[in-house]
T-cell receptor
Framework: EAGVAQSPRYKIIEKRQSVAFWCNPI?????LYWYQQILGQGPKLLIQ????????DSQLPKDRFSAERLKGVDSTLKIQPAKLEDSAVYLC?????????????FGQGTRLTVV | GENVEQHPSTLSVQEGDSAVIKCTYS??????FPWYKQELGKGPQLIID?????GEKKDQRIAVTLNKTAKHFSLHITETQPEDSAVYFC???????????FGKGTTLSVSS
């Protein structure tokens, strides 16, 4: 079974530039999450999708972050404009549809450095 | 909302010793508590989980215990090996029961 795919693996940008990350979840997983992991901390939820609908985006800084999941499969997370404090690893995860307390499978993440 | 506290932040043991990591959670409605292992440059990977209707669960050298009254749960690793060295995260489902809230992680170092 293929895992959660993310790209790119690494990205370096200057502050105020824009950047986009892509995620392809495990086939059949209707729930998709984006987490932000700052160095030395645990992952922090940014947004959760169920199919192509947003379930929870309460922690997403909506003035600069946006995410979409068209057709309920792939997802894109965008930052515009980036700030220095956005430097982190952005993790995408997916899980089986509608199951509370089910295992979330994580991708390898995209490491973003904002200079 | 849910808050998860984890300690210690670092743990160093000798090969063969046991390691214990403890977490507390705030939302009494949380009902699912997974533990993830994260190796350098990789995403977190589930190693064991427990639901609120169970007090203990074991899988070979790894065990998790849950005390719902005290709202804490612990990870126990016995006979540690160098390949157990990694960052371990506990997590709990959030108040809405829709997404995982993670602790800050424990860096486990097993020396041979």
């Amino acid at each position: 079974e293929a895992g959660v795919a993310q790209s790119p693996r690494y990205k370096i940008i200057e502050k105020r530039q824009s950047v986009a990350f892509w995620c392809n979840p495990i086939s059949g997983h209707a729930t998709l999450y984006w987490y932000q992991q700052i160095l030395g901390q645990g992952p922090k939820l940014l947004i959760q999708f169920q199919n192509n609908g947003v379930v929870d985006d309460s922690q997403l800084p909506k003035d600069r972050f946006s995410a979409e999941r068209l057709k309920g499969v792939d997802s894109t997370l965008k930052i515009q404009p980036a700030k220095l404090e956005d430097s982190a690893v952005y993790l995408c995860a997916s899980s089986f549809p509608g199951a509370l307390g089910s295992e979330a499978f994580f991708g390898q993440g995209t490491r973003l450095t904002v200079v | 909302g849910e808050n998860v506290e984890q300690h210690p932040s670092t743990l160093s043991v000798q090969e063969g010793d046991s390691a214990v990591i403890k977490c507390t959670y705030s939302d009494s409605a949380s009902n699912y508590f997974p533990w993830y292992k994260q190796e350098l440059g990789k995403g977190p990977q589930l190693i064991i989980d427990i639901r609120s209707n169970v007090g203990e669960k074991k899988d070979q050298r790894i065990a998790v215990t849950l005390n719902k009254t005290a709202k804490h749960f612990s990870l126990h690793i016995t006979e540690t090996q160098p390949e157990d060295s990694a960052v371990y995260f506990c997590a709990a489902f959030n108040q809405a029961g829709t997404a995982l809230i993670f602790g800050k992680g424990t860096t486990l170092s097993v020396s041979s």
